[in-house]
């Protein structure tokens, strides 16, 4: 990248951070008035005070999720300055890939939350991807050639494109799950996030979309080894880590439903699944050398 083109991608990127970092600033003061209105009704309740705290609450509320809006538009438009620039998809370094990572955990969180009242998961998920973006905005990320592996325009964006979504579905799923957790150890009385029923639809949401573009990026992505090393299959730790991410989601899949102990067991399972999802997009890489280690460089 050069010049301007690198100050316009950098600056939507730096933008977005910032976006996402006033999301869960404001997600945590929404927190705090939360529980003071709290204490203003219990006041109320015993004679000792009033429950006038103010019309700030429901604009807190509604601020982070307008502000994960914002960051996702940002974030697109960053990585579209850099496919202008290099003629390509954007996401063939970890830099890349870190902010096209966070632009699906957005997008994703915003899908599901159209299906499911998460507004209480806002500030967690603009804390995650504002992880993400900060580290992609930390490594270097310059325009090279394309290894010759990488020179498969549709397959490039397919199959990478694809896994990522599948990613970013993944870490909403993460942190359904979290809440779920959170929410029946407590019986439903942390009043701050959706309620565990919520947390499992949402979760639900999240894997059904994780799922099968995991499955469509392996199954491509076979395809495309194919061409580049003469096998579909081979035994790269990136494929193995993404082939156990996927064996995880498919037994969440088939335990969900029930109501017994092993259903019990799925929001672990989606933790699980997301720790493959790290593994798989970086761990794979940069601990072991195998056939994808372009992709972390």
Do not use: C
């Not at 993404?242 to 929001?267: I, K, M, N, Q, S």
């Amino acid at each position: 990248m050069e010049g301007a083109d690198v100050t316009a991608s950098v600056v939507l990127g730096v933008s977005a951070l910032v976006a996402l970092a006033a999301a869960a600033a404001l997600g945590v003061a929404g927190v705090a008035l939360r529980l003071a209105r709290a204490d203003a009704s219990l006041e109320a309740s015993t004679g000792s005070g009033s429950t006038s705290v103010g019309a700030g609450g429901n604009l807190l509320a509604d601020l982070p999720y307008r502000l994960l809006q914002l960051g996702l538009v940002l974030l697109l438009a960053s990585l579209a300055v850099t496919a202008a620039i290099t003629g390509h998809a954007p996401w063939t370094n970890l830099a890349e890939t870190a902010l096209t990572f966070a632009a699906a955990l957005l997008a994703g969180y915003l899908l599901v939350a159209r299906s499911a009242p998460i507004h209480g998961l806002a500030a967690p998920a603009a804390l995650l991807a504002g992880l993400l973006v900060g580290y992609g905005l930390a490594l270097p990320n310059e325009a090279l050639p394309l290894v010759p592996a990488l020179q498969q325009p549709v397959l490039l964006t397919v199959h990478v494109g694809a896994a990522i979504a599948s990613y970013g579905a993944g870490g909403v799923a993460f942190l359904a799950a979290l809440s779920e957790i959170a929410q029946r150890w407590s019986g439903d009385r942390i009043a701050l996030l959706p309620t565990a029923a919520v947390s499992r639809r949402a979760a639900g949401v999240a894997v059904i979309v994780a799922f099968p573009l995991l499955t469509a990026a392996i199954a491509l992505g076979s395809v495309w080894a194919n061409l580049a090393w003469r096998s579909y299959w081979n035994n790269d730790p990136k494929e193995l880590a993404a082939a156990a991410t996927w064996l995880v989601y498919a037994a969440e899949l088939h335990l969900a439903g029930r109501r017994d102990r092993w259903g019990a067991a799925a929001p672990w399972l989606l933790v699980l699944g997301f720790a493959g999802v790290l593994f798989t997009w970086l761990g794979a890489g940069l601990l072991f050398i195998g056939q994808h280690g372009y992709a972390t460089g």
